[in-house]
């Protein structure tokens, strides 16, 4: 249990559930009331209508759609950009390894001490250019 992230996880996840009650809370309590001030109605989340005997509560849907995209923006912004900043910050391209160089002839890669390349077998020696080695077969 004590291996891994699982303790992490877990307080992750309460954490996420009383944030999600506390955003819950702040749409029921103030933004929904917010709205129905602004259209007239008196109480946002008991608007509802009835076909057949069956009751929509389409208020309170209202209000959980409300939440979950509170929750949602919060989350986005307040935890998923300032992780995705940091990461790009800690991926940095790798410096150049200086135990191996391009050949310029073939473009392949040669350890620095070689005085030829093991693709086309040019010389490759840093004062004359490179020279590929040619074999007479006569």
Known sequence: MLRGNVVDL??????????A???????????TPLISAIFG????S??????????????????KLIT??????????LVVKPVNVLIARARRE??????????????STVPL???????????LSADAPPQRLTVDVS
């Open 113 to 123: 001490d070689a005085r030829r390349c093991a693709f086309c077998t040019s010389e």
């Open 46 to 63: 008991a608007l509802k209508f009835t076909i057949n005997g069956s009751t929509f509560l389409y208020g309170d849907f209202i209000n």
């Open 94 to 107: 790798p410096p150049a390894d200086p135990t191996t160089k391009k050949c310029p002839e073939c473009l």
């Open 10 to 19: 877990a307080v992750a996840i309460v954490i996420g559930v009383a944030f």
């Open 68 to 77: 979950f995209i509170s929750v949602a923006a919060a989350l986005f912004f």
């Open 21 to 31: 009650a506390l955003v819950a809370a702040l749409v029921a309590d103030f933004i």
């Open 41 to 44: 109605k008196p109480d946002f």
